[in-house]
């Protein structure tokens, strides 16, 4: 059989397995390369080349350089700065969508997304709006940001490899920016006039974006303090009293007599150091006064050697480092105290310590990351060198040519080795099924260039867009782009496209960056 019609049939089908979504995107690439390997279309020895393709290596380290500026905290503080308070929402909306697409187009737009979501959500909360107001533009702004720099999402790094290979040079880092901040500051000023306008009022969202409820204990003041004051200081500082007992007995109920050591349940979306201070009460749980401190959510999987445990086991397997300090909706109908808590799988745990620390443990314990929260202040020195090892970065790829995968690499080695990004944190950052999914669609993208499949299809194309002008062309391929990259993952879209893009432009006579612009925008659109 025709190895072309081979290669086609399997992309074909990959193209089916991508749009059915009954197999994960990254496993659907696997078989398509390993049916490549069966049928003799694709080499055996270069069908595992894809892992070392230099847009692979240059995606997972751009991923890790990322994660450290993210958990530097400079961006979110910088955020926060600048979004004018008493200014209206729209013009908020489009100051928090104008950071986000800056923050995606030099790092992956979920960094940005999580940086800027927390901003957004109490923006749109504070306007008595609907979260969904700000998030969904905001999402749109994160993705079309990363059309802006050759970093700024995985299809450029890819569409800037083909061009290496077809054209003999990469893309530069800034030459898609003139066309896709173009767009990208369409999108932003559409989005904040209208876009935000038609998106549906839902009831109670504001309620459920706001900072989730959390169960904890608050120390009561030696002076004798009847219920119902402590009741009123309480609502008066956002919390509710569950109930009251004293450590000294350990009797729980809600109206005891007045005795010293006595401690309050309340439930609050405050944190408990942040309750303190409005409230007047002592926080139970201690502030960890690192720099680097942070409090996640997590939530506990089935299977974890932390089921059956008091919580107060977390800090005696951490030496202390890491604590229990508010505990999920369990608590709140349980009503007793935490240290007579026992963890069952689904529980939620705050847990707080340093990040790094955190993000070990958390592996080991088999406890889902939900969110994170009460982020410690921006350690300048830290924040200096992970931007200064970013910038240099940037630079080495503009300044001196070298290839991306090179200096992200590079800066990613750098952060690990001066432990400026925690080990735990470096393959936590990495999207290992995006990792896969380039690296198996390569070869097949290359079995459906090399076995002359990729010349067909352009052939075929060239002839009908023959007679018409380079408008025209340019739609049908982005056009096209566009379909493919609403049911397939962009980056599969930008293997498929970016060589044939080249062979039509080639066939018509026209520039072939022209086409791959076309490309680019129709991925990240």
Same mark, same amino acid.
């Given at each position: 059989?025709?190895?072309?019609?081979?290669?086609?049939?399997?992309?074909?089908?990959?193209?089916?397995?991508?749009?059915?979504?009954?197999?994960?995107?990254?496993?659907?690439?696997?078989?398509?390369?390993?049916?490549?390997?069966?049928?003799?279309?694709?080499?055996?020895?270069?069908?595992?080349?894809?892992?070392?393709?230099?847009?692979?290596?240059?995606?997972?380290?751009?991923?890790?350089?990322?994660?450290?500026?993210?958990?530097?905290?400079?961006?979110?503080?910088?955020?926060?700065?600048?979004?004018?308070?008493?200014?209206?929402?729209?013009?908020?909306?489009?100051?928090?969508?104008?950071?986000?697409?800056?923050?995606?187009?030099?790092?992956?737009?979920?960094?940005?997304?999580?940086?800027?979501?927390?901003?957004?959500?109490?923006?749109?909360?504070?306007?008595?709006?609907?979260?969904?107001?700000?998030?969904?533009?905001?999402?749109?702004?994160?993705?079309?940001?990363?059309?802006?720099?050759?970093?700024?999402?995985?299809?450029?790094?890819?569409?800037?490899?083909?061009?290496?290979?077809?054209?003999?040079?990469?893309?530069?880092?800034?030459?898609?920016?003139?066309?896709?901040?173009?767009?990208?500051?369409?999108?932003?000023?559409?989005?904040?006039? =209208?876009?935000?306008?038609?998106?549906?009022?839902?009831?109670?969202?504001?309620?459920?974006?706001?900072?989730?409820?959390?169960?904890?204990?608050?120390?009561?003041?030696?002076?004798?303090?009847?219920?119902?004051?402590?009741?009123?200081?309480?609502?008066?500082?956002?919390?509710?009293?569950?109930?009251?007992?004293?450590?000294?007995?350990?009797?729980?109920?809600?109206?005891?007599?007045?005795?010293?050591?006595?401690?309050?349940?309340?439930?609050?979306?405050?944190?408990?150091?942040?309750?303190?201070?409005?409230?007047?009460?002592?926080?139970?749980?201690?502030?960890?006064?690192?720099?680097?401190?942070?409090?996640?959510?997590?939530?506990?999987?089935?299977?974890?050697?932390?089921?059956?445990?008091?919580?107060?086991?977390?800090?005696?397997?951490?030496?202390?480092?890491?604590?229990?300090?508010?505990?999920?909706?369990?608590?709140?109908?349980?009503?007793?105290?935490?240290?007579?808590?026992?963890?069952?799988?689904?529980?939620?745990?705050?847990?707080?310590?340093?990040?790094?620390?955190?993000?070990?443990? =958390?592996?080991?314990?088999?406890?889902?990351?939900?969110?994170?929260?009460?982020?410690?202040?921006?350690?300048?020195?830290?924040?200096?060198?992970?931007?200064?090892?970013?910038?240099?970065?940037?630079?080495?790829?503009?300044?001196?040519?070298?290839?991306?995968?090179?200096?992200?690499?590079?800066?990613?080695?750098?952060?690990?080795?001066?432990?400026?990004?925690?080990?735990?944190?470096?393959?936590?950052?990495?999207?290992?099924?995006?990792?896969?999914?380039?690296?198996?669609?390569?070869?097949?993208?290359?079995?459906?260039?090399?076995?002359?499949?990729?010349?067909?299809?352009?052939?075929?194309?060239?002839?009908?867009?023959?007679?018409?002008?380079?408008?025209?062309?340019?739609?049908?391929?982005?056009?096209?782009?566009?379909?493919?990259?609403?049911?397939?993952?962009?980056?599969?879209?930008?293997?498929?496209?970016?060589?044939?893009?080249?062979?039509?432009?080639?066939?018509?006579?026209?520039?072939?960056?022209?086409?791959?612009?076309?490309?680019?925008?129709?991925?990240?659109?």
């Amino acid at each position: 059989m025709d190895p072309a019609l081979i290669s086609a049939g399997i992309l074909i089908l990959a193209l089916v397995l991508f749009v059915s979504d009954r197999i994960r995107h990254d496993l659907v690439a696997v078989i398509a390369l390993f049916a490549g390997l069966v049928f003799g279309v694709i080499d055996p020895e270069t069908a595992l080349k894809g892992f070392a393709d230099p847009a692979v290596i240059a995606v997972a380290a751009v991923l890790v350089v990322g994660r450290a500026v993210e958990l530097s905290g400079v961006a979110s503080a910088v955020t926060r700065t600048i979004i004018p308070h008493g200014a209206p929402f729209q013009v908020r909306l489009i100051i928090i969508m104008l950071v986000g697409a800056v923050l995606s187009a030099f790092m992956n737009n979920i960094a940005a997304l999580v940086i800027t979501m927390p901003i957004a959500s109490q923006m749109a909360i504070d306007a008595k709006r609907s979260p969904t107001h700000a998030l969904m533009p905001l999402a749109f702004a994160t993705i079309l940001g990363g059309m802006t720099t050759l970093i700024g999402t995985p299809p450029n790094l890819i569409l800037s490899s083909i061009r290496e290979a077809h054209l003999g040079e990469p893309m530069g880092f800034f030459q898609m920016t003139p066309l896709g901040a173009t767009v990208a500051a369409a999108g932003l000023v559409y989005m904040s006039l =209208i876009g935000w306008r038609l998106l549906p009022e839902r009831r109670g969202a504001r309620r459920a974006f706001l900072n989730p409820w959390r169960v904890y204990e608050m120390v009561l003041p030696d002076e004798p303090m009847s219920d119902a004051d402590l009741r009123l200081a309480l609502r008066k500082a956002g919390a509710r009293l569950l109930r009251r007992y004293s450590s000294d007995s350990g009797v729980w109920g809600p109206y005891l007599p007045m005795r010293r050591h006595e401690r309050a349940l309340v439930i609050s979306r405050k944190n408990p150091w942040t309750l303190a201070e409005e409230s007047g009460l002592e926080a139970a749980a201690e502030r960890d006064p690192s720099p680097d401190a942070i409090t996640i959510r997590a939530a506990v999987a089935h299977g974890s050697n932390l089921i059956g445990h008091r919580y107060d086991a977390v800090a005696a397997r951490t030496d202390n480092r890491i604590r229990v300090v508010s505990s999920g909706p369990r608590a709140a109908q349980t009503r007793q105290p935490l240290s007579m808590m026992r963890i069952e799988a689904g529980d939620q745990l705050f847990l707080h310590g340093a990040a790094n620390e955190i993000g070990s443990f =958390i592996t080991t314990a088999r406890l889902l990351e939900i969110g994170r929260h009460d982020a410690g202040q921006v350690e300048p020195a830290r924040a200096a060198a992970i931007l200064m090892i970013f910038g240099g970065a940037i630079l080495a790829t503009v300044a001196f040519g070298i290839s991306p995968a090179i200096t992200f690499f590079g800066a990613a080695a750098i952060l690990a080795a001066t432990r400026l990004l925690a080990p735990s944190e470096v393959y936590r950052a990495i999207d290992w099924p995006v990792i896969l999914l380039l690296a198996a669609m390569i070869p097949v993208g290359q079995s459906f260039e090399e076995t002359g499949a990729a010349a067909y299809v352009s052939n075929f194309l060239g002839e009908q867009l023959q007679d018409q002008t380079l408008f025209v062309a340019l739609t049908v391929l982005g056009g096209t782009t566009l379909l493919l990259s609403t049911v397939l993952n962009n980056v599969a879209t930008a293997i498929i496209m970016g060589p044939l893009a080249i062979q039509v432009a080639e066939i018509l006579d026209f520039s072939p960056d022209a086409a791959l612009l076309m490309i680019l925008v129709g991925a990240s659109s």
